[in-house]
Nanobody, 124 residues
Framework: QVQLVESGGGLVQAGGSLRLSCAAS????????MGWFRQAPGKEREFVGA????????YYADSVKGRFTISRDNAKNTVYLQMNSLKPEDTAVYYC?????????????????WGQGTQVTVSS
């Protein structure tokens, strides 16, 4: 099993930027597509975006398209979420997760393993 640890969260003003990291250990990281989700208090977990195993194909939720960018460095076993032009509604706990099937999925149940999450708070 792959273990995931997110980092890089914090407090930022609206319009600012943050870069989240998700470090993986365990089985071969490069064999998994990776995704990011977020969950705000009282809301369901929401898909943010995902990246393929090696060629770097990505897809995003409409709410973050053009503002957020996912990348990965398989040599460092790490996936990143660059978040720009942050808005108060981006405030949530952000999770990374891995999957091997259903490319294009946005469903949490399709992701087989998860990190513990990192808090992002955007002040207005």
């Amino acid at each position: 099993q792959v273990q995931l640890v997110e980092s890089g969260g914090g407090l930022v003003q609206a319009g600012g930027s943050l870069r989240l990291s998700c470090a993986a250990s365990g089985r071969t990281f490069s064999g998994y597509a990776m995704g990011w989700f977020r969950q705000a208090p009282g809301k369901e977990r929401e898909f943010v975006g995902a990246i393929s195993q090696s060629v770097g194909k990505t897809y995003y939720a409409d709410s973050v398209k053009g503002r957020f960018t996912i990348s990965r460095d398989n040599a460092k076993n790490t996936v990143y979420l660059q978040m720009n032009s942050l808005k108060p509604e981006d405030t949530a706990v952000y999770y990374c997760a891995g999957f091997t099937t259903h490319w294009g999925t946005r469903t949490p149940a399709d992701f087989g393993f998860w990190g513990q999450g990192t808090q992002v708070t955007v002040s207005s």
